[in-house]
């Protein structure tokens, strides 16, 4: 007849394990949590040591090699080196706006040196710069194209280096070059066939002066994609400044 309740063999077996054995294995219990308990403590206590080093870097006048210690709980940002302050303090002398800790002198040698006021530019290219133009958001969208309709000479090096991303698509995150750098004037006429461009467009004529500026404007707009009508008026204005 079963009385419900079982036995466990475990039991059974450590009953039966010689008392000297039993003890044995209980040593080396002991011995292992005390070792893990060992291992905790100075594990704990090199943490805590690293963080005070850390922090005693930080509050000193030395950064060197802290990068290599960060500590996330310590708040960086707010030591006094890190902090700069509101560009607010102004030169008396030429009224530039400096930080608290810049040296008095920096910016125009205590008055010494003055430089002359930057004169307005024309109109419309004042207009187009400030926003008081209608095409002025045309204008400032593409300025690097605008700049690129009256300038001279083309940009060259040895070697143009181009990134190059996990899909095989180049990209530029900044501009790195290898080698030389020169401008490419070329000669003041096209060769045959090819298009007037750079320094070439201010030689190009026509039959009057208006069909010599739309000649240089459409050479102009050409070479830089600007196909809007909006973009064709600008150009038009400012090569005729």
Known sequence: MSTGVTSDPNDAIASEEPEDTRDERNEVRRLE??????FTVNRRRTNDQQRQQVHRAFISDSFLRLAFQYEPDIEYYAHSK???GAMDKECPHCHALKFKNEPAGMCCASGK???PEIETPPEPLNGLLIGTDP???VFLKSILRFNSCFQMTSFGATEIVRNTN???QQFNSTFKI?????HKMGSL???PNEPHKFLQIYFM???DSGSALANRVNARCNYNNLDSLYARRIVSELDAL
Not at 33 to 38: D, G, I, K, M, V
Not at 178 to 182: A, D, E, I, L, T
């Open 82 to 84: 890190v902090v700069i």
């Open 166 to 168: 996990a899909n095989g």
């Open 135 to 137: 095409d002025s958001n």
């Open 189 to 191: 006429l096209p060769m």
């Open 33 to 38: 949590q005390r070792q893990s308990r060992r």
């Open 205 to 207: 004529g026509g039959e």
């Open 113 to 115: 040196v003055q430089l």
């Open 178 to 182: 290898r080698g030389q750098v020169y």
